[in-house]
């Protein structure tokens, strides 16, 4: 039995991972859950899964939950993520909190002794060098759930030492794949919410938009598989079937297929180094179905946000963090219909170019620039 304590549990990745704990009660265990604001919703998954622990945003709401449930014990703030995972009656922790939020308590399960499934690729986006750091210090396996980065996880099992020459990162594209600078210009919030493949929150959905979500997940791939920055192409994969491929130095090409299903990667992160029998809830991979599978380059002129995260990575220090915070404010400006589609991008643009990185040293250097990030966005966007 796998101890698991879900941090975000109302949100997408967390909604689903509690249907592969559903379906497998001898194997997982949810012990601790943890939401933002869906209350009603964590009441339902409290009654259904009987946790040890929940946390809550708001001390009013954890207070409403603690009066209505008191065999569990409720926390809240930040404070709240950080004990959900560091407990003791818990094997793995997973990460599917959105933003800047996931590094704390990323930090705190690391220094528990706690593995990771972590859904939160901000955490290595900002605080990269230090998470794994951390992590090779305390020996705690860092489990990837983005579908790309699990699926990279998955064809470097088999790699026993041999030489990686290039990681194939594939991207669906987003609904605006095609696009000219011209079009895109109109675009709007519904239009950016539309995502032809996958079914995600707000934010990550308008990251998937301007393609920033794959800037992301190059400066990720690059800490999780120590994998320099050149050596991570993009495919732009639209039928989202092939999750991604690792390239080895005889010009093998060994990849990882499926339906567009984040259960799969989860599961996988959940039972790793055994898979789980899917069968049940997970139709096959039908290739006649499929019919054929194509492959672009991707336009890093209108969606420029993929060099914009290349060259923070490059400059290092604090340049990822601040990049991060500016593109997380600027994405909510935009859901706040403050900003246009376009702006997202040039205003990143824009700041980038004018900031200069300092040392990241620890976690109080990323929160500040972090935090600097967002007001510089916050007075661009008014």
């Known amino acids: 039995m796998k101890r698991i304590s879900i941090l975000g549990s109302t949100g997408s990745i967390g909604s689903q991972a509690l249907e592969i704990i559903r379906d497998n009660p001898e194997q997982l265990q949810a012990v601790s859950l943890s939401c933002s604001n869906r209350v009603d919703l ?12 929940v946390s809550l945003e708001k001390e009013e709401d954890a207070k409403a939950i603690e009066a209505e449930f ?27 909190l959105m933003g800047m939020r996931g590094l704390g308590p990323t930090l705190a399960a690391i220094e ?9 690729k901000e955490t290595l986006v900002a605080g990269g060098q230090l998470v794994m750091g951390k992590a090779a210090e305390k020996g ?38 095609g696009y000219s600078e011209e079009k895109i ?22 990251d998937s938009a301007t393609m920033m979500n794959k800037g992301l997940e190059i400066i990720e791939a690059r800490w999780l598989f120590d994998v320099p920055l050149d050596d991570i192409l993009v495919l732009v994969h639209p039928q989202s079937i092939l999750h991604s491929a690792v390239e080895y130095a005889d010009g093998s090409v060994i990849g990882q297929m499926g339906w567009p299903d984040m259960k799969l990667p989860i599961a996988y992160a959940f039972s790793w180094p055994r898979r789980l029998d899917m069968s049940a809830g997970m139709k096959p991979l039908d290739l006649f179905q499929v019919g054929e599978m194509t492959f672009e380059e991707p336009d890093t002129h209108v969606f420029r946000t ?3 995260a290349r060259e923070a990575s490059r400059r290092g220090g604090t340049a990822p963090a601040y990049m991060n915070g500016a593109n997380e404010a600027l994405v909510g400006a935009f859901l706040d219909k403050k900003i246009r589609f376009i ?8 700041m980038m170019d004018a900031y200069d990185p300092v040392v990241m040293s620890d976690l109080g250097t990323i929160i500040e620039e972090d935090e600097k990030a967002r007001a510089e966005a916050l007075k661009l966007t008014r």
């Open 112 to 120: 528990a002794g706690k593995d990771i499934a972590f859904a939160n």
């Open 42 to 53: 964590l009441r339902e998954q409290i009654r259904e899964f009987r946790p040890l622990a």
């Open 306 to 308: 993929i060099e914009i």
């Open 70 to 96: 008191p065999s569990v014990q409720v926390y809240w703030g930040r404070d709240g993520l950080d004990a959900l995972a560091s407990m003791e009656d818990c094997d793995m922790v997973l990460n599917s």
């Open 140 to 177: 705690v396996k860092l489990l990837p759930v983005d579908s790309e980065h699990s699926a990279i996880f998955q064809c470097l099992r088999g790699a026993e030492d041999n030489p990686v020459r290039r990681i194939l990162l594939t991207a669906s594209g987003g609904p605006f794949r």
């Open 343 to 350: 702006q997202i991008r040039d205003i990143l643009e824009e």
């Open 185 to 206: 210009q109109t675009v709007s919030l519904d239009d950016a919410l539309n995502h032809p493949n996958w079914s995600m929150g707000a934010k990550i959905t308008v």
